[in-house]
């Protein structure tokens, strides 16, 4: 069981180098507390995120941190040049001696493509073409490709990736349907939304691993992200979050407010809706530990991303929430051990 953190950075309303600054401090802290991995969302031209270059902040945040693992979830396909992904790919890799893992997706918002110049009905074969060109990059060295977008003719990349054959991929999945290409393919796995779908999710996804037996080396990660908040007491991490809740809520809704339309397989309600269904997880260490390992026992999976920079929330009130958060990670990492044996012994 490992544990992870998945970033917007969404606009708080403090100055944009104070926020960076900030970010790149709790990156050491949640290299220090023993979280595996940082990922960060790509986005523009909205306050949901107010880093649109996850490149060039992840180059920030690898020069920060010595054993943290780290990438994009997702880099936004359609609006790259694939050679050019791939060297960077290839330069956040040997800036970091092998701690850089990327995320790979379409893109859920018409609008900000729309923004950069890429049509909907676009997206998702620039988006195929490009993940096979960057994938083939990156595993050879070298560039070979016809395709209706891009053309590589024996081109030979002068810088290759520190991991071999490539760093670690993934995919955001949002439906059991969509955790099939990702298994067959051994990359990994994150889901958001109900325990119900995520269970869903990660059935499916150990199914066609067991059909494709060959697609994977080793166990794959199969992960859940929660929006998370610990204080010392349930009142006081319910009055945190209902205080910084509504900036990310608007933050989030901003763009689809202003044109129309609403994210198919992803939406972001009430704070109080997100607690109903165990997406936002609040309260003391203790709360928040009976939840998770309740969660972690019934969804299948062997990766945990919070979310714990949302909104307004001050550093003091996320370092506070995440140092807390690492005296519940021991419980859920033996919940999920337990649930992990049990199988192996049924089977």
Known sequence: MKFGVF???????????VQYEERLELAKLYEDCGFHCYQMSEHHGTPLNTTPSP???LAALSQRTSTLRFGPLVYLLPLYQPMRLVEEICMLDQLSK?????????????????????AEERAGELYAEAF???????????LNFKGKHWTFDDVHLSIRPYQKPHPPIWYAAGSPDSAVWPARNGINLICAGPLERVRAVADRYRAEQRQHSGAGVGENLIGMNRYILVAETDKEARASAERAWPIFHDNFWKLWRRHGGEPKNFRVPELALMMQNGFAIVGSADT?????????SESGVNYLSGTFAFGDLTLDEVSNSVRLFSSVMPAVRTAYDAVRHKHEAAA
Do not use: C, K
């Open 132 to 142: 096979e060109i960057i994938r083939q990059g990156l595993t050879t060295g070298s």
């Open 288 to 296: 928040v530990r009976t939840e998770l390992v309740r969660q972690v």
């Open 7 to 17: 970033d917007q950075n969404d606009a708080s309303g403090r100055q944009t180098d």
């Open 55 to 57: 490149s060039v902040f």
């Open 98 to 118: 092998g701690r850089f893992e990327f995320g790979v997706g379409r893109g859920a918002s018409p609008h900000e493509l729309r923004y950069l110049g890429i």
